[in-house]
């Protein structure tokens, strides 16, 4: 079999020489037949391409190592014979006059061609410094060479430039002529090969020996359609420094830039969004699927269009291989910049800033950062989708190396970079929010010792403070260090951070993360007098509309309804924003969709705990002015026996007036998300407890119980609200057992084995199944609070001591499972 292949590859190789002989011969000849020629060698190009593809597929037979590399470098010189018989075609148009002169848009023409290339500049790491005038250019030509020509130009100076180094793409003019530059910094071209630069088969010494791919054509071509074209060019070089060449064209007319128009007639609509990663990206795609005639225009201040950013914990840690794992690419496609552009069919202007939004005129005015020069562009349809930006608080120091945000990929990977080259062992986490307790997690893998410091008295402030301890137990006992109530008064350290100073102690620091919340980016939106709501984001209507009905929002950048409190709410998550943007998509190509108010649902998992809250917090519906009850419940996420089981906690918040469900929180090991979704459906559909008591819900024991999580719950809060149950919150009776009252009497009805391995200091044994026999050990002058594991067997306890004239008995809400504080352990 490989020998058969031996033999394959060698008559491939030997037909592949006698083509380009053949070529070389008759184009030198100059032979009347050369069209028809080069049209002949394109069949059999195209049957030895195929047999390439069919060896190195191996359904011909298994390769070698040797054998593919050598296949690999045929197809690579078949490709480059492909593209020498397309460049001789070209010319030969261009000789016999075949090709007919038009009036083109020139700066249409080179946008387009500029876009083209951008992909490839970013491919190589080079920088891209484009300067192109906002004017119709017209000139006398042919809109297909044009972009042939300048794309030799372009292609050639990305090809001979090395990696960080500078491509320049500048078009001026003036009364009488058009003037194209395109100059780069990379080898050069020596002095004495420059005469014969834009000959026929001609390649310089040093681009053969740079570059092998080339066919010698693509300089000729530039000069025959410059030529053709009435036009003018010339070069300037300097081997090891880089190439400039210039084409001048004459002008037939400069007029303001003319909008196109659909098959119809009708004016295209302009669509300006400003800002990439979720819900720009987003509009934009929703936009172009509803009206795929619209003129959709895209700005990113970033290099990056869209990524996933709630997966840059997954990156520093490790967890992805690759940073193309984080954006919004399609198979097929380098990146979502490509996808975009190519199939979407949008305009997207990477590392170009809005600066300005002149509102009266309908025009934005952005500056592109690698050209460092302004433009502006009108608009019929403006979405701002800003996004946020985080809090950098003013701590004396905080310039110092190696302290960092967690906000974007270039972020992340300047992390990544430190905890892979550099001796990291203690990690300090500013802020214990979302974003501090997330990544928290992320620094483990690298075995640092990590410290999250936490000015206020709890750790994620999106619970209520005793969801939030057991949250915090959790993590202590993961290993990450929970500092509260205590702030950093300044950075220590020579360059790079070695101390932090908290108010009356130092900690060692080799890593700083600032993670102390975000703020909307509404600077450019506030200037243009769009309002801001009373959360700092930006107010629209239930159209995602601002003040200007031609201007929308999305994304982090606006506020949104409670659907309790119908009060603005602040929350940047990732699906509100994709949620958000998909009606702002519909409503700028005419719909008139309605964005509902949210739940503020919210959902996260550290190491194996997924904590969830959806509706109002306790606090916050006190808040609000609500009579307020709730209760507590920690159940198995599906039949105990099962292997895999997990322990869930959940408590469950409801207007004590009517019955109206307010909120959720839960936490635990087990399947919360199925859980809290149900409950956020809840909410929007205005359950009462009994609603939720009555749902049908799916029952295998595999996958949930028989009586699950939310419906025991329900049933709690029904008996509470019946005055069946009197339930007390685990700090409320850690206060008590702090305070010492002699009036209260601490009862554990666990069996004696439960209670020996693990109890809560200051609790008797009296076990369940002893009650009846020892209730005159029970002193009738105290109130009694009763503890369990989960609070079932306290309930029953509860009944036999109510049935007996007891009457001031207490349940211990949620049992042990609940209890955030210290627990005897023998």
């Avoid at 960092?404 to 992340?412: K, L, S």
């Avoid at 892979?420 to 997690?441: D, F, H, V």
């Avoid at 709890?458 to 290993?479: T, V």
């Avoid at 917090?617 to 105990?640: F, M, N, P, Q, W």
Wanted: hydrophobic share 40%.
């Amino acid at each position: 079999m490989a020998k058969d292949a031996d033999h394959d590859i060698d008559k491939l190789q030997r037909e592949l020489e006698e083509y380009r002989n053949e070529i070389e011969r008759l184009y030198r000849e100059r032979n009347d037949y050369l069209r028809i020629s080069a049209h002949q060698m394109k069949s059999p190009l195209a049957t030895i391409s195929f047999n390439i593809e069919t060896l190195l597929g191996q359904y011909a037979g298994r390769l070698t190592t040797k054998q593919i590399h050598l296949i690999e470098s045929i197809k690579r010189s078949t490709e480059s014979l492909q593209n020498l018989i397309r460049d001789i075609l070209e010319l030969e148009k261009l000789r016999s006059g075949a090709i007919e002169l038009v009036d083109v848009d020139y700066t249409e023409v080179c946008m387009k061609a500029v876009d083209q290339i951008r992909d490839k500049v970013q491919e190589k790491g080079l920088y891209l410094e484009v300067s192109i005038p906002n004017k119709s250019i017209i000139i006398k030509g042919n809109q297909f060479a044009l972009e042939q020509m300048l794309l030799n130009l372009l292609e050639n100076a990305v090809k001979y430039t090395e990696k960080h180094g500078v491509v320049i793409f500048s078009v001026d003019y003036d009364e009488n002529k058009v003037t194209t530059i395109v100059k780069d910094t990379g080898i050069g071209i020596p002095e004495q090969d420059q005469k014969r630069i834009f000959e026929e088969f001609y390649r310089a010494p040093n681009a053969k020996k740079y570059d092998r791919s080339g066919t010698g054509f693509g300089m000729a071509i530039v000069k025959q359609i410059v030529d053709y074209m009435h036009g003018n060019i010339s070069l300037r070089s300097k081997e090891g420094e880089g190439t400039e060449v210039t084409v001048i064209f004459p002008i037939k007319a400069v007029t303001e830039r003319r909008r196109t128009l659909t098959e119809g007639g009708e004016k295209r609509k302009r669509i300006v969004i400003i800002g990439g990663v979720a819900a720009g990206p987003k509009a934009a795609s929703r936009a172009r699927r509803l009206d795929p005639n619209a003129e959709i225009t895209l700005f990113e201040k970033g290099y990056f269009l869209a990524y996933a950013g709630c997966a840059l914990p997954f990156y520093i840690a490790g967890k992805l291989k690759n940073q193309r794992e984080l954006s919004a690419a399609v198979s097929g496609f380098e990146g979502a910049t490509e996808f975009f552009r190519n199939v979407k069919g949008i305009e997207i202007k990477n590392l170009c800033e809005v600066t300005r939004i002149d509102r009266k005129k309908k025009i934005i005015e952005y500056h592109d950062l690698i050209s460092d020069r302004s433009f502006t562009v009108p608009y019929d349809k403006l979405v701002v989708a800003t996004g946020s930006k985080p809090n950098i608080p003013k701590i004396p120091g905080v310039g110092l190396k190696n302290i960092f945000t967690i906000r974007g990929i270039v972020n992340a990977e300047q992390i990544k970079s430190v905890l892979e080259n550099e001796k990291i062992r203690e990690i300090i986490i500013l802020g214990g929010g979302l974003i501090g307790t997330e990544i928290a997690e992320a620094f483990t893998v690298y075995g640092a010792r990590v410290t999250i410091i936490e000015k206020e008295s709890q750790i994620l402030p999106f619970l209520d403070p005793e969801m939030a301890l057991l949250a915090e137990k959790y993590m202590e006992y993961k290993g990450i260090k929970i500092i509260k109530n205590n702030d950093v008064r300044e950075f220590i350290g020579n360059e790079r951070v070695e101390f932090v100073q908290l108010s009356d102690y130092q900690l060692p620091a080799d890593l700083v993360i600032l993670a102390v919340g975000i703020k909307p980016e509404v600077e450019i939106a506030k200037k243009a007098g769009i309002k801001i709501g009373p959360t700092g984001a930006i107010k629209v209507n239930n159209h995602m509309q601002t003040n200007d009905p031609d201007i929308y929002a999305a994304g982090d950048c606006c506020e949104c309804l409670h659907i309790i409190s119908k009060k603005p709410y602040y929350l940047p998550l990732g699906s509100i924003a994709n949620r958000q943007a998909r009606v702002v998509g519909t409503n700028i190509t005419g719909g008139n969709q309605k964005f509902p108010h949210i739940a503020g649902t919210v959902i996260i998992k550290v190491f194996d705990c997924n904590i969830a809250k959806t509706g109002l917090t306790e606090k916050e519906a006190r808040e609000c002015g609500l009579d307020v009850i709730s209760c507590y419940v920690s159940e198995y996420d599906r039949e105990h026996f099962v292997p895999g089981a997990k322990i869930i906690k959940l408590k469950l918040i409801a207007c004590k007036k009517t019955g109206r469900i307010l909120g959720a929180q839960l936490i635990g090991e087990g399947d919360v998300v199925k859980r809290i979704d149900i409950i956020a459906t809840a909410l929007y559909k205005k359950y009462k407890v009994n609603d939720l008591a009555s749902l049908d819900l799916g029952y295998t024991p595999a996958h949930a119980n028989a009586m699950g999580i939310l419906i025991v719950a329900a049933n709690v809060m029904q008996n509470k609200l019946e005055g069946r149950f009197k339930g007390m919150r685990a700090p409320d009776v850690y206060k008590l057992l702090q305070k010492g009252y002699e009036e209260y009497l601490f009862l554990d009805v666990r069996t004696p084995q439960e209670y020996e391995e693990l109890r809560i200091p200051g609790f008797e044994l009296i076990p369940l199944e002893a009650f009846r026999r020892r209730l005159d050990e029970i002193p009738r002058d105290k109130k009694i609070i009763l503890a369990c594991e989960s609070g079932k067997r306290s309930y029953q306890a509860s009944l036999i001591l109510n049935s007996h004239g007891f009457e001031d008995v207490w349940i211990l809400e949620g049992g042990l499972r609940m209890w955030p504080y210290k627990i005897t352990h023998e």
